[in-house]
């Protein structure tokens, strides 16, 4: 509640770590962590000086540390050729989730990308980015053992991801076949510029000629369907109501599940449009 | 390392899970606000290292070895940031309690971001001004007028304030360093219903730093109610300062007072409380069905509840002329029924007071609320202390629409002093804002007019029915209020209200701008339309043909109201407006293709002023150094009053408002003042100091005369000095000599706020909306105020726009949301969605030509009633442009394409 955690009697480096424990918990941005009452929390582990590297252009892609704030990835140039993220015109890929933030930019120089996945909110727009590139989490667990999981799996629920007690999420690596790809991107809220209610991206393979697409904040977890061409109306109808059962879709005060479901609809078919255009 | 604000190095290392925020407060940096508790708002806008981040979000300890700037450390050598300064030019603020966030903010925004303030600005949130005076601050519009002595009235004079709140030193409530202050936190109900079979007390007491734990052994067993009234009668007693029952989820369950807000934190979660759980019931209709639980069951009839065993608080069954008649003999009658939704006041300062005691023994209470004195009366009464033994004061207010008209803290800080006989404070958390404070009461109303082809309203009939919530404070008052002018703003022979406010085990409603007028308007003013649309007439035009006249009585379904006269008449004027917006297609902006587009108005009317008085004191001095001293009981959080109050003092004694010193909002500056409240602060209030300076006036001109030996008929003042016949006597001159002669240079005023006038408002919009999303845009939005001789343009048009504004939260977004079980599902600004600068079109405001034979100079009330037009306009622009009714508020995006969907689809269903 922005108020103090005031449960919390230690605060003590991440670098610094002697077992994890109950009442622990991993402190990024601390954006989420402050904003609501913890009691169950005593001892926070910062991440902050972990000295991680923000973001890593590697040979097989994009290495984004969970600690890498949204305004570093906000700010972030990317080699060329990534046109995902990179368009020719137009604002990015990253642009546009970063703008679906219901936050403002003064939460973006504290906020973190893996802050935002592990809290596994519908409208996490950190998910809705990483998942669609296809980005992979690699999770570490206490004892140091890692593992990788697609960010599209992390999450699997709403508030709820496969992280066990302790484990970490270190990083999300977006592969380069993704950076290269084709977006389209759709968001719909029930405010201006406010908390999404459905957030769609759509990426053509230029390759492949494949589309994949991803559906979140309409959807309690992300939902992604692949095609291996751009799909006619129908099928991409019939494919969306197939893999998002009614009660997929979310239902809270950011928007009613049948509007959510209309939404999906649409902003799908909105995106294939715009990516078959591209085709021709 | 230290953490270094505003240059100062503070060695102290933050608690450990400390934020920025309350490190920065506890270290006396006040301007630093708290508003959300979460990050949405951004009073707590600070820069680390120039970097602008939210402190209530932002670790403490991160702070350590960086620079942190608050707004006391924006200004440079002095000199005003350039921010700084076009706030106070444009007057950019009301309440200013996010003044100081909104300027940290926009001092940090780079050229591309001022391009693109709905995206700056989400994190900020002004519930006040609707964001066009801020946007006129950012951009750096100049709005403030300096005008010539004894010239005040009628300019737009800058508020007295400013600087103090553009600096971040104007002190709101708890702006304040009491040592050796102690905090309070509530233990609150986790039951919508239920009796407390046991309490104990004992594992809280063992927390250390825990220095009492209060239940309702300890408290006062006298009922009140916490609505605040001149009268106490108006209101049901059916309150207990800590009950045995539980009515809602938040309801108080114990007092915890400790050392620290962490250890009466945890106090709170180690008392044990053994609840006997009680059937709960959240649905008004169904409350007042047989069989329902009774939620104040043996309460007699000292407590003024209507009918305790149906639940009912309130009611009333009135009728003029005969309704069913009027309909027989009508060419259409129209039925619908109308809801309107729990709506957050969400002042940005949250409810609370701090208590301590002064050397005398004698307690001091300052709280934010709008009622200081009728606050003293009830804690009088509960704690039985004499009035002279307890001040109440009032910083300034970070903003009341209403909610602050409600004892709703003051006597757990009064009960947990004199247990502690130490000083306490209590704030409340956004959260106990949505769960434990009041809303704007809940409205079902069933609304039936008939009409004749010719134009003729022959009757209205209404079955209204409000939601209390938990407890009945305001709640009988609302009733009647809503059902009152709403009806009386038409002639109409036949009128008919079956009323009824209901209990519920929920959070209490309560007083909020309009006063259940926005509620009763939405159905009258929307079911009026649909009669005209269906009468084959245009809606304004059958609006004039039935719409009060200038002289006319007015009648509400009870009969003429007695001492309610037109003092003035502009609706036809507001009516004007609007028409003329209607008929000009090229202004606003255009609409998107495939969109539909409809446009429409809706009229309301207020009284300037509660019946059965309402009073207000005030004095006016000539001090030692030649200016004025004004004393007056009434509350300033953003109405503007302090600026209003100094100018007609300034205007009527000739000189400018900066010669003016306002002392306000406290028990010992004046005998009494109701409160700000019930559109009563310029027309009650302002007549006050009317009437104290031109006794002034009379008293040193008389005195200047006698000094001079010239006739009293050729003095007048100056701003220094009066001028005797071309002799100037210097104003410290006077002083002196009226001393010297025993003659006390002060006078004093009283108003009793009788007779009322009427002022009038009107909205008009032209909207497009998307059928297949829901969205509304709003291409244009014109409001009409007639409130008299305008006392200050700029200040009058701020709270034109921000009442608009907030109407248009409640129109179209706002909603507080009550699970089945009581529990209130949205408790922050993430799920609670107030307007936004991205959500606030502009308005044109226009203002009637009148001036009122009643209000101080011909002014009238204009800060509560800009809201209730709103809703009503709004739909009946979309029934224009879809053929839908809509009568279910908030009109969100979901809800318009899911109500329009199923509409059109009913409509496809019964084609053949």
């Known amino acids: ?280 | 390392m230290a953490v270094v604000v505003n240059g100062h190095e503070f060695a102290e290392r933050p608690r450990p899970g400390q934020c920025l925020r309350t490190y920065l407060r506890e270290r006396g940096w006040f301007g630093v606000k708290k508003g959300c508790d979460a990050g949405d708002c951004g009073a707590c806008t600070v820069h680390v290292d120039g970097e602008p981040v939210h402190s209530c979000v932002y670790p403490a300890h991160r702070a350590q070895g960086r620079e942190v700037t608050t707004i006391e450390g924006l200004a440079a050598g002095g000199e005003l940031h350039p921010v700084q300064q076009r706030f106070l030019d444009a007057q950019g603020f009301q309440c200013g309690f996010c003044t100081a966030g909104f300027i940290m903010t926009t001092a940090a925004l780079d050229e591309e971001q001022l391009d693109d303030l709905p995206r700056a600005f989400k994190g900020n949130l002004c519930r006040c001004t609707g964001y066009r005076a801020i946007e006129d601050a950012v951009r750096g519009v100049r709005r403030v007028d300096e005008p010539a002595p004894g010239q005040a009235v009628g300019c737009s004079v800058a508020a007295p304030a400013g600087p103090q709140i553009v600096t971040g030193t104007a002190r709101y409530t708890f702006d304040v360093e009491v040592p050796g202050l102690r905090h309070i936190k509530l233990l609150r109900s986790p039951h919508a219903h239920a009796r407390i079979a046991g309490i104990d007390t004992g594992p809280a007491m063992a927390v250390p730093g825990v220095v009492a734990v209060l239940t309702r052994h300890d408290a006062p067993t006298g009922l009140f109610s916490s609505a605040r009234h001149e009268h106490p009668e108006e209101d049901p007693a059916d309150t207990r300062v800590v009950d045995d029952v539980v009515r809602h989820i938040g309801q108080r369950v114990a007092v915890v007072v400790a050392e620290t807000e962490a250890a009466a934190a945890e106090g709170c979660r180690r008392v044990r409380v053994d609840y006997e759980v009680l059937p709960a019931v959240t649905d008004p209709e169904r409350a007042m069905s047989p069989g329902a639980p009774v939620i104040h069951p043996g309460k007699g009839p000292e407590t003024r509840i209507a009918r305790p065993q149906d639940n009912v608080v309130g009611e009333m069954h009135e009728e003029i002329g005969d309704v069913e008649q009027a309909f027989a003999q009508a060419d259409v009658v129209y039925e619908g029924t109308f809801g309107s939704q729990r709506v957050q006041p969400a002042h940005l300062e949250t409810h609370g007071a701090v208590a301590w005691f002064e050397e005398d023994g004698r307690l001091t209470v300052r709280s934010s609320t709008q009622t200081p004195f009728l606050t003293r009366r009830v804690l009088c009464d509960l704690f039985d202390l004499p009035e002279d033994r307890l001040r109440v004061v009032a910083g300034r207010v970070g903003g009341g629409f209403g909610g602050k008209q409600e004892m709703l803290v003051e006597d757990v800080v009064v009960l947990a002093a004199l247990h502690t006989g130490g000083p306490v404070k209590l704030e409340y958390t956004r959260d106990e804002q949505f769960t434990a404070s009041t809303t704007r009461h809940p409205f079902s109303v069933r609304m039936t007019v008939g009409g004749r082809r010719d134009g003729t309203l022959t009757g209205m009939a209404l079955r209204v029915v409000a939601d209390a919530g938990a407890h009945g404070n305001h709640s009988p008052s609302v009733l009647f209020h809503s059902c009152s002018e709403p009806l009386a703003l038409y002639r109409c022979p036949n009128r008919r209200v079956d009323g009824f406010a209901v209990y519920t085990t929920t959070v209490p409603s309560g007083a909020f701008r309009g006063y259940g007028l926005s509620q009763v308007t939405f159905a009258v003013e929307s079911a009026l339309d649909e009669l005209a649309r269906r009468l084959g007439i245009e809606p304004a035009a059958f609006r004039e043909r039935n719409i009060i006249a200038p002289g006319d009585p007015v009648v509400d379904p009870g009969g003429p109201k007695q001492d309610l006269e037109m003092g003035s008449y502009g609706l036809d004027q507001c009516l004007s407006v609007v028409r003329d917006a209607a008929a000009d297609d090229t202004a606003g902006a255009p609409a998107p293709d495939g969109w539909l587009v409809g446009h429409g108005m809706a009229l309301s009317m207020i009284a300037t002023g509660p019946p059965g008085g309402h009073f207000a004191d005030a004095r006016l001095t000539l001090l030692e150094d030649g200016r004025y001293d004004l004393a007056v009981g009434s509350v300033e959080f953003g109405n503007g009053l302090a600026t209003v109050h100094s100018q007609i003092a300034a205007a009527t004694l000739g000189t400018t408002v900066d010669h003016i010193g306002v002392r306000q909002a406290d028990t010992d500056v004046v005998g009494h003042d109701t409160g700000v409240f019930a559109s009563a602060g310029i027309v009650v209030g302002g007549k006050a100091v009317l009437r104290a300076a031109e006794a002034l006036r009379a008293a040193l001109l008389a005195g200047a005369a006698a000094c001079t030996g010239t006739d009293p008929g050729r003095c007048h003042l100056e701003p220094d000095a009066v001028n005797c016949g071309g002799q100037r006597l210097p104003l410290t001159k006077l002083w002196a000599a009226m001393r010297d002669t025993g003659h006390e240079p002060a006078a004093d005023g009283h108003s009793d706020g009788t007779p009322r006038s009427v002022a009038f408002n009107a909205q008009w919009f032209r909207v497009a909306v998307d059928p297949d999303t829901g969205e509304i845009r709003i291409l244009r939005s014109v409001h009409a105020a007639d409130a008299g001789v305008v006392m200050n343009p700029l200040q009058l048009r701020g709270q034109v726009e921000g009442g608009v504004a907030q109407a248009l939260g409640a129109a179209l977004y706002e909603q507080v949301r009550i699970e089945e079980n009581g529990q209130v599902s949205t408790p922050d600004f993430r799920r609670y969605h107030l307007p936004a600068f991205a959500d606030v079109p502009r308005t044109e405001v226009h203002f009637s030509r009148t001036a009122d034979a009643m209000g101080p100079l011909g002014a009238k009330s204009m800060s509560e009633s800009p809201f209730i037009p709103v809703a009503p306009a709004l739909a009946n622009a979309l029934r224009d442009a879809t053929g839908v009714r809509f009568t279910r508020l908030p009109f969100t995006r979901d809800r318009v394409w899911l109500t329009y969907g199923d509409a059109v689809g009913e409509a496809a269903e019964g084609q053949p």
């Open chain 1, 1 to 280: 509640m922005g108020v103090d955690l005031d449960t919390v009697t230690e605060i003590r480096s991440a670098r610094e770590l002697d077992g994890w424990r109950p009442g622990d918990a991993w402190l990024a941005g601390g954006t989420f962590l402050f904003s609501e009452p913890q009691p169950h929390l005593t001892r926070l582990l910062d991440l902050s000086d972990m000295g991680w590297a923000p973001l890593e252009v590697t040979d097989r892609g994009l290495e984004i540390a969970a600690t890498c704030t949204v305004a570093e990835l906000a700010r972030f140039v990317p080699p060329a050729g990534w046109t995902a993220v990179r368009p020719a015109t137009g604002p990015s890929l990253v642009e546009q989730c970063c703008h679906s933030f219901v936050a403002s930019f003064k939460i973006w120089t504290m906020a973190t990308v893996g802050g935002n996945i592990c809290n596994a909110l519908p409208a996490g727009p950190m998910i809705s980015l990483t998942a669609a590139l296809e980005g992979t989490a690699t999770l570490v667990a206490p004892d140091g053992a890692r593992r990788f999981v697609p960010v599209a799996d992390v999450v699997t629920g709403v508030g709820t991801t496969v992280l066990s007690d302790g484990e970490l999420l270190r990083s999300v690596t977006l592969p380069t076949s993704a950076l290269r790809s084709t977006t389209a991107f759709r968001q719909a809220s029930l405010y201006p510029v406010g908390r999404s209610g459905a957030l769609l991206i759509g990426r053509l393979d230029p390759l492949e000629g494949s589309l994949t697409l991803t559906v979140t904040a309409s959807t309690v977890r992300p939902v992604q369907l692949r095609f291996g061409r751009v799909p006619d109306a129908g099928t991409l109808a019939a494919a969306v109501a197939e893999a998002i059962p009614a009660q997929a879709y979310v239902d809270d005060v950011h928007g009613l599940p049948a509007w959510r479901r209309h939404m999906t609809r649409r902003l799908a078919e909105e995106i294939r449009r715009e990516l078959e255009e591209g085709t021709r």
